[in-house]
């Protein structure tokens, strides 16, 4: 009938661009679907030729699919801000505005006696906004896939240029004399720098921009303190998860500075400007995600990152959460400082019922039938894992890096049962390939589930019976769950929901534009 309907090259392409349109408002996981319904359909109607230009428009809408541009949101307008510290501007004024959600701002440099213009925002709607926001920037950068994994030394500078990319230091790193960020003619060019640990940049320090690079598209992203020489000129915008930030005297920065939780130093006669125009990094965007039929078995489990049905949820140092945080049978604790874009319960009705649906969850995906027997224990190092049930008789463990490949296929699940526990080593990641999605991941143990200090994970992590934990800093993109044992977590994120950005939008449940 479809056949009979589109006569014509013309009438079949505006037919498509008209799918497209309504594809495009879509959520993620509807619009993978669709896509392969589509062009399965499309390739049995049609001629090749006609089947490639559509691809081929297919294509030009592609990228905004899942993705869009790292959106500062509200922390647009903010030349510096902290989720928890003082904020000390003794330099120039600022070009934008300051704020904290917790500290003292003070300095010469914030007075409009002198010539300050912004807006100050301490302990009010628009910091707590605010700190949602820099856990979702934080989230976002922290999900740009590493194109130089430790490849660099951790000492940038003495003259070097170095070309766009996203640079992995797996420690501390410090940056001294002169470094030049080549963008190639690209004004779009990306320039991310994440440090495992402290930044320092040294006296009299110079980093140079040059054809194309722009300072909002340069991110110097450290887990820990950022410190700046004397005398330096510096472009480029300053996170630090958690950690001070300290500008020495007569200094020059482009670009804003955040941190989750930490002071802001400007020394005297310094600058600091807000970088020109909008950041063009390209980020993920999977605010959606709905298991295929065989795996969508969480029933309200759906909404936690963190749950136990009975057992003490813990956090140490400040972290960041996207999604609810609940046990039904023990203390919650340690969430005061760190921002959190959810709900917290404790042993109610919400929680009970979470209780017999993790129960539900855990006696449907535990039946589900083994396909892949031959796998040893130990999991990573490089290698590349396909859909599957991987069944291992013991304890398991995971290092380096794995990938798991859904070749192509949106419903494609990985579920990997372990016997016993399963622990993960410090910096050892999972990357998702060719449209695999961290709804239709899940890794289960029969013992206690340890997740390593630096590690990157995606999906669901269940303890049958036993706790659950992940070390400092770890980045998890799904959620840790036990039917008993405690849960616990530190200095790190965890989240449900990328928190795609839409400026359109009424704030959601938690008072958050995204």
């Known amino acids: 009938m479809l056949a009979r309907l589109i006569k014509s090259t013309r009438e079949l392409i505006l037919f498509f661009l008209t799918v497209i349109f309504h594809f495009m408002k879509q959520k993620a996981s509807t619009q993978l679907k669709i896509f392969h319904n589509i062009f399965f359909l499309l390739n049995t109607l049609i001629s090749k030729s006609l089947f ?14 899942n993705a869009q541009s790292l959106e500062l949101g509200r922390l647009f307008s903010f030349q510096a801000y902290t989720g928890t510290g003082a904020v000390t501007n003794d330099g120039f004024p600022f070009t934008g505005d300051t704020g904290t959600n917790y500290g003292v701002v003070s300095g010469t440099g914030l007075d409009p006696a ?35 994994p430790g490849t660099h030394a951790p000492s940038f500078g003495s003259g070097e240029t170095i070309t766009p990319g996203v640079y992995s230091i797996g420690g501390a790193g410090s940056i001294a004399g002169s470094l030049t960020l080549d963008g190639g003619g690209n004004a779009d060019a990306v320039f991310i720098m994440k440090f495992e640990g402290a930044l320092s940049i040294a006296t009299s320090s110079t980093i140079i921009l040059s054809n194309g690079t722009r300072a909002a598209n340069v ?3 450290a887990e820990g303190p950022i410190s700046i020489g004397a005398q330096s000129v510096i472009k480029g915008n300053l996170l630090s998860h958690p950690g001070s930030i300290s500008i020495g005297e007569n200094s020059n920065i482009e670009g804003r500075l955040f941190s989750t939780e930490g002071s802001l130093v400007i020394g005297a006669g310094s600058v600091a400007a807000m970088p020109s ?13 709905t298991g295929t039929s065989a795996v969508d078995v969480l029933g309200s ?7 136990t049905s009975d057992g003490a949820v813990a956090n140490t140092a400040t972290s960041g959460f996207i999604g609810d945080i609940g046990t039904n049978t023990g203390p919650v604790s340690g969430f005061d400082n ?14 009970s019922q979470a209780v017999q649906d993790l129960n539900y969850a855990y006696s449907e995906l535990i039946t589900i039938p083994n396909t892949e027997l031959g796998h040893t224990p130990a999991f990573g190092s490089g290698e590349t894992v396909f859909p599957g049930v991987y069944s291992i008789s013991g304890a398991g463990s995971l290092a380096g890096t794995i990938t798991l490949d859904a070749q192509n296929n949106p419903d494609a699940i990985f579920i990997f049962k372990f016997a016993g526990s399963l622990s993960a080593a410090a910096h050892s990641k999972v990357i998702l390939s060719n449209g695999a999605r961290r709804c239709n991941v899940f890794w ?7 997740l390593g200090a630096f590690s990157y994970m995606k999906g669901n992590f269940l303890s049958h019976g036993y706790p659950s934990s992940m070390e400092a800093n770890g980045n998890l993109e799904g959620r840790m769950l036990s039917t008993s044992g405690a849960v616990t977590f530190s200095t790190g994120v965890v989240y449900n929901n990328t928190l795609c950005y839409d400026p359109t939008l009424a704030p959601n449940k938690f008072g958050v534009i995204f």
């Open 52 to 65: 490639t230009v559509i691809v081929i428009i297919f294509i030009c809408f592609s990228n905004k699919i």
């Open 114 to 148: 002198n010539g300050y213009n912004g807006t100050i925002y301490n302990n009010d709607a628009t910091t707590i906004q605010a700190r949602a926001y820099l856990i979702r920037v934080y989230i976002h950068l922290s999900a740009v896939f590493v194109t130089h």
């Open 219 to 221: 991110f110097w992203v």
């Open 277 to 289: 125009g909008p950041s063009t990094i390209p980020v993920d965007c999977s605010a959606y995600c």
């Open 301 to 307: 489990i759906k909404n936690f990152v963190l749950f």
């Open 338 to 351: 760190s921002s959190h874009v959810g709900s917290i319960y404790n042993t109610n009705a919400i929680t």
């Open 444 to 450: 289960i143990a029969e013992g206690a589930i340890s």
